[in-house]
Nanobody
Framework: QVHLVESGGGLVQAGGSLRLSCAASGRTFSNYVMAWFRQAPGKEREMVARINWSGSRTYYIDSVKGRFTISRDNAKNTVYLQMNSLKPEDTAVYYC?????????????WGQGTQVTVSS
């Protein structure tokens, strides 16, 4: 079992920045691919960014490329999402998720989510 707890969400004006953190406990953190998902009201959940076990490979959806950065610290069992140049359309509940497989279609473990609201 992997327990994930997100933090760092909040209200920010357009153009601002936020840094989300996700602290993991339980099994060996470095055995898991980590990802950030988001779900806006009335929309399907989408994966925003993904990072492999060592942190050497990352993936981003097009809408956040150049603005968001995913990173991980395996010594601290934590994954981060640095979000810059935020836009109102980034408003959503953000979730971190963990899975042992890089291209999993359904992640095994999920956090409770943290709200990000970007005002125009």
């Amino acid at each position: 079992q992997v327990h994930l707890v997100e933090s760092g969400g909040g209200l920010v004006q357009a153009g601002g920045s936020l840094r989300l953190s996700c602290a993991a406990s339980g099994r060996t953190f470095s055995n898991y691919v980590m990802a950030w998902f988001r779900q806006a009201p009335g929309k399907e959940r989408e994966m925003v960014a993904r990072i492999n076990w060592s942190g050497s490979r990352t993936y981003y959806i097009d809408s956040v490329k150049g603005r968001f950065t995913i990173s991980r610290d395996n010594a601290k069992n934590t994954v981060y999402l640095q979000m810059n140049s935020l836009k109102p359309e980034d408003t959503a509940v953000y979730y971190c998720a963990a899975d042992p497989n890089l291209l999993s279609s359904s992640y095994d473990y999920w956090g409770q989510g943290t709200q990000v609201t970007v005002s125009s």
